[in-house]
């Protein structure tokens, strides 16, 4: 952790403010405001990036955010914070199999904050644990995992037809650890469709989404991402044609015409990282 904490060099606090307790406040440096989207989750998004742009080294037991902030406290208590004041946080099916996080809730990130997490969500009326949303098209996913068996946490699984069936196939009853839904029988499941499931169905008014990379980029081009949360971290990943590392946008490309624009919202440092907010333009 940085010695001197999250110091804001810029904070645009249009929206609906959220007072934090002191001692949040204290470490985020100031409150924090989320805007709001008609008919369906105000979504964004945290990822770490390095300067060059990646977020994953995609080495086996080296390839989560951790590895690319260096396991930084101070972006940890970023994730700890924005995972509190979420209803759900969204992953796909790659980001929960790499093993790297036991469960998507504020605590498994930044433990030492527990109590003022906790005692936040109580303020703001929120379940314990934001539900975790696990996405998957094709059903890949294991119940091993410890996210089924985290104390006081709803898991939601959004699927397919071919997804829900394999499920079924594979963990029959047992399946009843999790919630599994299927938007039928479509290739994926997508962006749109499972931000109006979690609105209309589970409530979900403020949605964290925590890719990765492949599912985020599939946000973006279904123009719903709201807002951005981006810690860049001060190192160098670099790429191969033969590794081609992703950044945050994964596999979706934009042309210049299409590219979405984001504006800057915030600007925070702590050390040599930044944490920077930007809203749609
Ligand atoms: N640096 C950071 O801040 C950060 C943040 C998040 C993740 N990461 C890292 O990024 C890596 C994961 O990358 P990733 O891109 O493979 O993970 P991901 O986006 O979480 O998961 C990809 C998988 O999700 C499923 N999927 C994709 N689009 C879908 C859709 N529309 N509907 C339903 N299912 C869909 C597909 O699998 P199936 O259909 O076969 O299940 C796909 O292979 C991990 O190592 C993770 O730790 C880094």
Redo the contacts with the bound molecule.
Sequence with gaps: MSKKGIRTLFEDMTGAKVRLSPQLRARYGGDIAFGKAKGRPYIFNN???TLDGI??F?IPGR???GT?SGFNADDQFVMGLLRSLSDAVV?????LN?G?STAFVPAVICPRYKKEYDALRKRLGKPREPMNVI????G?VSLDKPIFRYPNLKTLILTTDRGMKRLKERYGKALNVTEVRSVGNTR??APRKAAQILYRKYGVKLLLH???????G?YLKAGIVDEMFLTLSPQVAGRTRGKPR?GFA?QTIFSPDSAPWYTLKGAKQAGSHLFLRYVRA
Excluded: H, W
């Design positions: 990822f770490v990036s977020v994953s995609q390839s989560s955010g690319i992953i796909g099916s790659g980001t790499d790297s996405l998957t098209a094709s890949n994926s499941v925590e890719g990765g990379p492949t599912v985020f599939e992703l994964g």
